[in-house]
Structures are given as structure tokens and as C-alpha cells.
């Protein structure tokens, strides 16, 4: 943890001008229409331009941009660290944790699915605590077992050991998966509650209401995979607490209706009045991934919102690591798709944009 007292106005002034250099939609479309080679070009005139020198020389087109990607990210979030002390630091530390999630579910997802290693490594994104050395160790095992027992000095051993009988036993990958979320949020929650509960005031509330927005809409994103994914799996059974939106007992109902699904969320006074705009879009969702685009947008734009009601809080901080978050994601999608040769309509549904 970083000494002295915390800095909130002057991280989040820095944040500020860091948030106005973000891509627009006018910058999407014009990667729609470009090339890899040309996506690259265009994003060495940006604040990519030094990892994208930096890498030319190894890599080209979507690889190029993949690993420009990746580690302008780990950057950002590195400067984030180096601005802030005290508690803002700590808060800011534990929550990146969140790539340490990322990246063991992208090394598990690749084993199951057989991909190279060399893939698997170019989508880790080196911005939680997980040391290097534990991540290569986990890279070169071959099965699901040995890369879990390589995280055994982690916050995330025991629950994936606890959860890998389920995992056999289904063949699916959700058991695994959602241990590594409800790990992540038990312990940002555990150490937020302290020994007086979960603050109801100031900016310590605020954090703690936009970790219980991610909450429940890691929830309802987990219920809809698990009832379209016709695996034998009951939604409560990956009940992550700590929400306000759902119960055990509501997963298991609601996603059975997709419409009530969304009628529940919005007539949740905390989500209703604050998301008018991306409950449309989630009611005009027509497959799971609009449906998880949706969820993205909207906690995106929740995060914008608690922001502006406290600018000195840590929200601001949140939403920018959520909104930088969405801009890597946004250009790998348009990358890898003109790659493969996808019309320009359907990137743009793979896009996630307020």
C-alpha cells in the first residue's frame, strides 16, 4: 500500500485528460473501414503510438495491434498506481485485480479449447498482481488441474480447487469461472465492509454502490449464459452476493423470461432512473451477446453517473479504467474482424458504445 494520505482531486485531474483522449464513435467508424495494416497506422497518430513503434519491428497487422493494445492498457493502469497513495492507491490496486480474473479465465478457456500458446499469452493483460513468473508457469501445463494448482500461492486457488469437481462434472467451464468472480468481488466487498459495514455516505458509498452494479450485472450475465447454455446447472447455485438487484431465488425465475429479466432491472429505482438509455438497448437485444454489450454499456454508463455526483471519489477513477477497458475491447473487435472478412454492420454489433 502506498504511505500518506490519499490524492483523489489530483489523480482524478489526471484521469480527466486522460478520459478526453479516449476514441470516439467518429474514430470507430473510421476503423470500421480500414485494414489491420491501416487500423495500426492510424493508431501510431494516437496514444498508442509508442507501443505500436515499439512492437512494429516483431509484430504486424492484428497481432501488432493486440499486443499495442495489451500493454498500453497495463500502462494506463501502472499510471493510475504511480499517481495515486493511501487509500486511493490500495482501493486502485485491489480492484485491478480484476485482470489477475481476466487473465487465469483466459489461460483456462485456452487450455480448454486447445489454442496455442503463444494466443492465449497475446490476450493476458499484465495489470493485477499475479507475478509473471506465475502466469508463464500456468502457460506451459496442458491441463485445467495443473495450471490451477500453479496459482496455489494466489487468492484464487482455493476457490477453483473447490470449484473443479463441479467443472468435471458438468464439462463446462461456468463452475470455474464463477469462483474466480465471487473470489474477486468477496474480498473488494470484505475489505470495503471492514468492521463497520458497508459505508451509506460519501465516497466510500459510492464505490461500494458501483461494486454492487458490477455485481448484479455479473449475475444476470451469468444467469442468461447458463440458461442458454444448456448445461445442467441451477443460476442460484452461482449466486454471487453482494447486490441489490437480485436474490438467489430471482435467478432461478427470472431467466426463464428475458422480458421479465429486464423488467426486473428496470424497475429497481437505484438502475431505473439512472439507465433509462441502455435498458432500451437491453430490451432491444436479440441474442446474448447484444444482451452482454447492453450490460456493458450500461454499467459504463452507471459509473459515468456516480462520478459526476462525487467528482473527488474514486468513481471517476472506475469509470475510466471501465471506459479505457471498452476502447481496447472496441478496436480488438474491429481488428479481428476485418481480419476475417466481417461486413461493417456486423462489427458494429460487436462494438460496446454509449
Not at 499495442?68 to 486511493?88: E, T, V
Amino acid at each position: 500500500m502506498s504511505a500518506g494520505a490519499s490524492n483523489p482531486e489530483y489523480v482524478n485531474g489526471r484521469v480527466r485528460s486522460r478520459r478526453a483522449k479516449l476514441f470516439d464513435d467518429e474514430d470507430y467508424r473510421k476503423l470500421i473501414r480500414m485494414g489491420p495494416s491501416e487500423i495500426a497506422r492510424f493508431m501510431e497518430e494516437t496514444e498508442y503510438e509508442r507501443e505500436i513503434n515499439e512492437l512494429g519491428t516483431r509484430f504486424s497487422g492484428v497481432d501488432l495491434i493486440e499486443h499495442a493494445l495489451n500493454r498500453n492498457l497495463a500502462k494506463n493502469f501502472q499510471d493510475l498506481l504511480d499517481w495515486a497513495d493511501g487509500r486511493l492507491y490500495d482501493r486502485i490496486a485491489r480492484y485491478l485485480r480484476k485482470f489477475d480474473v481476466w487473465n487465469v479465465k483466459t489461460i483456462i478457456r485456452g487450455i480448454y479449447t486447445d489454442t496455442p500458446t503463444e494466443e492465449i499469452e497475446a490476450d493476458l493483460i499484465r495489470a493485477g498482481e499475479i507475478d509473471e513468473r506465475t502466469l508463464e508457469r500456468a502457460l506451459e501445463v496442458d491441463t485445467i488441474e495443473d495450471a490451477i494448482e500453479e496459482l496455489r500461492r494466489t487468492i484464487f486457488y482455493e476457490p477453483l480447487t473447490d470449484a473443479f469437481e463441479a467443472y468435471e462434472e458438468s464439462g463446462v467451464l461456468v463452475p470455474l469461472e464463477n469462483a474466480l468472480d465471487r473470489a474477486f468481488y468477496e474480498r473488494l466487498l470484505g475489505d470495503l465492509r471492514g468492521q463497520y459495514g458497508v459505508p451509506q455516505e460519501g465516497p466510500e458509498a459510492l464505490y461500494a454502490e458501483f461494486l454492487q452494479a458490477e455485481i448484479d450485472f455479473r449475475n444476470a450475465r451469468n444467469a442468461l449464459r447458463l440458461a442458454r447454455s444448456g448445461a445442467d446447472l441451477d443460476p442460484a447455485e452461482y449466486y454471487i452476493e453482494g447486490g441489490v438487484l437480485f436474490d438467489r431465488g430471482d435467478l432461478s425465475r427470472l431467466v426463464a423470461d428475458y422480458d421479465e429479466l429486464v423488467d426486473h432491472i428496470a424497475e429497481n429505482r437505484r438502475y431505473g432512473e439512472r439507465l433509462s438509455g441502455a435498458l432500451a438497448r437491453l430490451r432491444d437485444a436479440e441474442s446474448l451477446i447484444q444482451f452482454e454489450h447492453a450490460l456493458d454499456a450500461a454499467l459504463l454508463e452507471y459509473a459515468d453517473r456516480l462520478s459526476s455526483i462525487y467528482p473527488v471519489s474514486i468513481s471517476a477513477v472506475l469509470s475510466y479504467i471501465l471506459a479505457k477497458e471498452r476502447e481496447v475491447e472496441n478496436i480488438r473487435a474491429i481488428a479481428r474482424g476485418r481480419e476475417v472478412g466481417l461486413s461493417e454492420n456486423e462489427i458494429e454489433e460487436e462494438l460496446v458504445v454509449l
